[in-house]
């Protein structure tokens, strides 16, 4: 389908498909076995200016927006979900910054985002608090001109890579999900380490790791916005980057499907590719036709944010919990097509199905943002009786 990119998309696009196919694609199976960060494409990446597209011009970027963002998303993620969440985790990371940052915060962390040359994470969940994040224990007591951090956050995508870390604390318990605030932590603050790291099912080549704060003094100007202001800071930021993990599941079933048209083309059964068999072609239909449909959901969504819209959170619940089952039914279907060698590691659609299964997980799962879909459809109902 026709999407009608500006000349600045295509070549986004041009690129980050360059560096998929270049670099990711020879490399991935192997970072995926160690589990092991990929440093070397980070910093292609870097050299290719993948890091500015989400940045502001005055900040050393390109300006563009969660659309030009989730074109890199999908198109790292057709070769490695692990490769492209790393990357889409820097610009959730970077988020509150720009959109809640003071003046001297964006001059401060921008341009070294833009560069590549600092990564960021974005820290919200506990183990305490995963889709109810109001339960966060993590505290910040002001103490004269400092804040002093205390609590662990757990599954934090880049968690140990990163440099620039945005971190949801308590400042006011007593008034719950109200009295919490955002601030941003630079690695190597006095009383902040990294905990366990965790050994994952897929996106095995990012980080996903505990920040531990104990007793973390951080100054008074790391506030970002106001004192109480944390948690819809947090939920705005994460509506804003939900069609990235969109963008991340369209990615990963358009590789599916590509490997699986090219196994059944050339795959050999009863003395005819079994491309020629109706039931693998209408399997091939229906994985072609869903994914084109999450990919149009996603792209008006990312376009809705762009344009200035004020609320799209059902929006982009509705992409992400359609675009992550997409995936999930998609690279399951690839594996099917595969046969038995679908299962084995020497193919890349188990690696696939793997890494899909974490975009119904993450930035909501899909349960709760159905719940939240719901609710506001039902709202609508009944504010026209
Ligand atoms: C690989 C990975 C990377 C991550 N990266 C980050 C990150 O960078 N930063 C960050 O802050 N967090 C991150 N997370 C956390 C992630 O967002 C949470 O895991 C997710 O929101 C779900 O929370 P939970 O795991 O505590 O599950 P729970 O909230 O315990 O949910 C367990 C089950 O109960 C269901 N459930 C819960 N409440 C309801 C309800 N009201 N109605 C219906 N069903 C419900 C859920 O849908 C789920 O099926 C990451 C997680 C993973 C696994």
Redesign the pocket.
Known sequence: MEYFLNEQQKTIKSLARRIAEERILPARAELDEKEEFPWEIIKALADADMFRVFIAEEYEGLGGGCFDLCLVIEELSRACGGIA?SYA?DA??CLPLIHHGTEEQKEKYLPDVASGARLT???????T?????SKIRTSATLEGSHYLLNGT???????GEAEIYTV?AMTDPAKGSRGSSAFVVEKNTLGFSFGKK?K?M??RS?A?RELVFRDCRIPQENLIGREGQGFII?VRM?DRSRPGVAAQAVGIAQGALEAAVDYARQRVQFDHPISSFQAVQHMLANMATELEAARALVYAVAKTVDSGAKDYAEEAAMAKVFASDVAMKVTEDAMQIFGGVGYMRDYPVEKMMRDAK?TQ????????L??AIALEVLKRKARRE
């Not at 994470?121 to 183990?127: I, K, R, V």
């Not at 956050?153 to 968690?159: C, E, H, R, V, Y």
């Not at 997980?361 to 709760?368: A, H, K, L, S």
């Open positions: 969440i985790a959730l990371g994470a974005f820290a919200l969940t506990e183990s608090a995963g889709s109810d994040a956050k757990q599954f934090i995508t880049n968690g949801i965790e994952k897929g996106i990012s996903t947090a994460i974490i997980i993450y930035e909501g799962t899909n349960q709760v159905r719940n």
